[in-house]
């Protein structure tokens, strides 16, 4: 009885502490915005895509506390296709200076605005 008792007992305890898996990052609705974006290309869901990409960089819940790779770099860059030059920029800036890996890919982007 106490083997059983025991067996059971373990059998919850790891399904409660298996049931909320931690994540690195937070999307928020990242995935939903960027199809809606791909898929129509409109003003509309672009300025819903730059809003979502506001809240991802604003409101991190991952475990790392920190904005995932890459959301920076397009970012940026669909602000410099939005014309807002400046500020995509500096997205780009942040993206290299978080992931400095990133940086020859960033140079590339940064080229093919300035011709």
Do not use: H
């Not at 928020?28 to 809003?51: F, G, P, R, T, V």
């Not at 993206?95 to 890996?101: A, C, D, S, V």
């Not at 140079?107 to 300035?114: H, N, S």
Request: with cysteine.
């Amino acid at each position: 009885m106490k083997r059983k008792f025991l067996f059971v007992g373990l059998i919850a305890i790891l399904y409660l502490t298996s049931c909320a898996p931690k994540t690195l990052y937070s999307w928020s609705n990242y995935d939903d915005a960027s199809y809606k974006y791909l898929k129509n290309s409109d003003e509309k869901s672009m300025e819903q895509l730059i809003k979502t990409y506001r809240q991802l960089i604003n409101e991190q819940t991952g475990t790392r506390k920190a904005v995932p790779p890459g959301v920076y770099a397009d970012y940026g860059f669909i602000l410099l296709q939005a014309e807002r030059i400046e500020e995509g920029k500096a997205m780009l800036e942040k993206e290299i200076l978080l992931y400095p890996e990133s940086k020859i890919f960033i140079d590339r982007i940064l080229q093919m605005f300035e011709k």
